[in-house]
């Protein structure tokens, strides 16, 4: 994976947008960020005031907690990935999580989210989230393809397979027909490859639907999760 070097001149320059309504959690962010020798933080209680800052701000980075009043960190990745705020729309976005919660880790992939953040923090695992985050590639998506996705917790919370937040995107139109699947581990998977079957959760939430062809983003956070994940092996068609 190749890192932006111009960005990389500018890295302690870069403006982080942290929001959570939690203001402990803010400050050991803030505290750890800081060690880390970022300066220009900037801090948000929810995702409206979260919006209202990237009106002045070019927020280069996000790391958002998911509930919060008014407007949850699901809602505003949805806003910014749909183009309904300032921010660009691929955003380098972190989610903080319990990566048991399997209803945000679905719905955050739909939205493709650049990286998942656990407590406790810590300053190796936060600066390895950032660093990864920011040289993912950059992806092309119409707006439209955000705005069927789910991002009501209470809604999340009532649907237990979350189809819904997992229609094929970023497909390539199916496999040839009668290509035959084959068996791979999880770190066998590679862009290209077209999933042969649903990536699932322990408790059976969808992570990944059948025929989804796979990006490194999604290689990436399917990574994330590996101890979350039903089984460890899949099958799929082509990107040998």
Known sequence: MAFNHALLDSFERLNILLVD??????????????????????????????????????????????????????????????????????????????????????????????GFLTKPFSPAIIIKKLLLALAEEEFKTEHADYQSIVTDLDDLAENHNFKQNHAVKHDSGGNDR?????????????????????IRTRNKTILLSAGFTLNQKRIHRIWELEDNLEKKNFLIYGGW
């Open 21 to 114: 309504d939690d203001a402990f959690v803010i400050r050991v962010l803030e505290k750890t960020l800081r060690l880390l020798g970022f300066s220009h933080l900037h801090k948000a209680e929810d995702g409206l005031q979260a919006l209202e800052i990237m009106n002045e701000v070019a927020v280069d980075l996000l790391i958002t907690d998911v509930m919060m009043p008014n407007m949850n960190g699901l809602a505003l990745l949805k806003a910014i990935r749909s183009g309904q705020s300032n921010a660009m729309p691929d955003l380098a976005t972190i989610v903080v999580t319990a990566l048991t919660d399997s209803e945000t880790l679905s719905t955050a992939m739909a939205l493709d989210v650049n």
């Open 178 to 198: 009668g290509q035959k699947a084959s068996l791979v581990t999880l770190f066998q998977l590679r862009p290209e490859m077209q999933l042969a079957e649903d």
